[in-house]
């Protein structure tokens, strides 16, 4: 039950609380760029959220059964971006084969996820935090990419109403983009403090 | 000769100014918001971040530029990210032996330079074109005009939400910190007028 109980926590934590867009900052690059249509951006999210999932735990077991035993701390960043590459490189062909429109609609973005920070940012907090269970490892790297959905897709949905309002000349785009992230994530600040 | 020797010169001119300024990295390309974001609360974590990421840059394209011939399209975004993996272990390391203190504040963001994609963009833009000397300069360019944008950027930060620069007192007595310029808010709006500012003034100009 214990156990149960702490992943839940932890779930939810890095889903509402430790978000990793709103309160890491990770991730910035595809949330300003694909968040242009629902759809698109539901897309990525799912992408991204199988490529976390995939590689927060492939780096967690590489870091724990082979890299500490043997002392070679050193080269894991070289290992942890290796493993999303590949990881990446995977989701790219299945995109490409079973959903080719999508594959069209993403372009340049879909290998920029080997580039996400929010993906090697969550493999680095999960050896800060020095989580020690894999199952733990697994439901958080899972909740990071679920948290990525969601911001980016609240994102869409606020940026597909931003079209028909009047932004100033200079505003338009990016900058209106990341006054509304700012905004959004003094919303979610809401939600800090409500686990410890 | 001497005509093509100006030629040379005018070329590595433009290409440092344009990291400087017309292609600069955050407000004109986009690129690197994750670090200029996240280690802006002060001055101090933006300047050694900054400065690593010029380290990161210059070695990077070195290396890319020289490798450049042998690279293969399907391995090179590969290539690019084990080159700067290396080099970025190198001043993760380094950072943690000489200045403990700041590694311990920039944490997780150091090795995050690998997936900065300023570096990527650059290995891919112009180091993997162009000869060493031009991806050098474009390195020093691309890396000044990220740290001063950093330090502006982290400038403002610092001054609303305490009253400091530099951990020096500007600000006279009544001045009340804005708590929330050095949380995320603060962070994305500062940023946000930025561009709209940067937006403005160069719309004027054209």
């Keep these: ?196 | 000769m001497t005509k093509n020797s100006d030629t040379t010169a005018s070329i590595y001119k433009e290409t440092l100014l344009a990291g400087l300024w017309r292609e600069n990295p955050v407000f004109r390309l986009l690129l690197g918001m994750c670090p200029t974001l996240a280690v802006t609360a002060a001055v101090k974590p933006a300047l050694t971040m900054g400065l690593s990421v010029i380290f990161v840059l210059v070695c990077s394209n070195i290396v890319v530029s020289l490798m450049r011939n042998l690279l293969k399209p399907h391995l090179r975004i590969l290539m690019f990210t084990l080159t700067i993996s290396t080099f970025v272990t190198i001043a993760d390391l380094f950072l943690r032996a000489f200045q403990p203190v700041m590694s311990e504040t920039l944490g997780p963001y150091v090795p995050l330079i690998i997936v900065n994609c300023i570096i990527i963009c650059r290995a891919e833009a112009c180091a993997s074109k162009n000869n060493l000397v031009v991806s050098i300069i474009d390195a020093i360019g691309m890396g000044v005009g990220f740290t001063l944008t950093l330090c502006v950027l982290a400038s403002i930060r610092e001054l609303l939400s305490t009253g400091m620069i530099f951990e020096a007192k500007v600000m006279p007595d009544w001045f009340v910190p804005w708590a929330a310029m050095s949380m995320p808010v603060g962070a994305f709006i500062t940023l946000g007028l930025l561009l709209g500012l940067v937006n403005r003034l160069t719309k004027g100009k054209s």
């Excluded at chain 1, 290992?79 to 490409?96: D, H, K, S, T, W």
């Excluded at chain 1, 907090?125 to 990419?145: H, K, R």
């Excluded at chain 1, 609240?154 to 785009?173: C, F, H, T």
Aim: charged fraction near 10%.
């Design chain 1, 1 to 196: 039950m214990s156990t149960f109980n702490t992943l839940l926590l932890g779930f939810i934590s890095i889903v509402l609380i430790n978000n990793l867009v709103f309160t890491k900052f990770l991730g910035i690059c595809p949330y300003l760029g694909v968040s242009g249509r629902i759809d698109m951006a539901f897309g990525m999210g799912m992408a991204v959220t199988f490529v976390v999932t995939l590689s927060g735990t492939l780096t967690w077991i590489i870091d724990n059964w082979i890299l500490a035993p043997l002392g070679l701390e050193v080269t894991r960043y070289v290992c942890f971006i290796l493993v999303i590459a590949g990881a990446v490189q995977l989701v790219e062909m299945y995109v490409r084969k079973f959903f080719p429109s999508l594959y069209e609609s993403f372009g340049i973005f879909l290998p920029l996820i080997t580039t996400n920070c929010a993906i090697l940012g969550l493999c680095l907090f999960i050896n800060l935090w020095g989580i020690d269970n894999l199952l733990e490892a697994v439901v958080l790297s899972f909740g990071a990419g679920i948290g990525f959905t969601m911001a980016i897709c609240i994102m869409a949905g606020i940026r597909e109403n931003l079209k028909m309002v009047d932004v100033p000349d200079s505003l338009k785009g990016a900058p209106i983009t990341l006054i509304t992230a700012g905004l959004l994530t003094l919303a979610f600040m809401g939600f800090a403090g409500m686990i410890r």
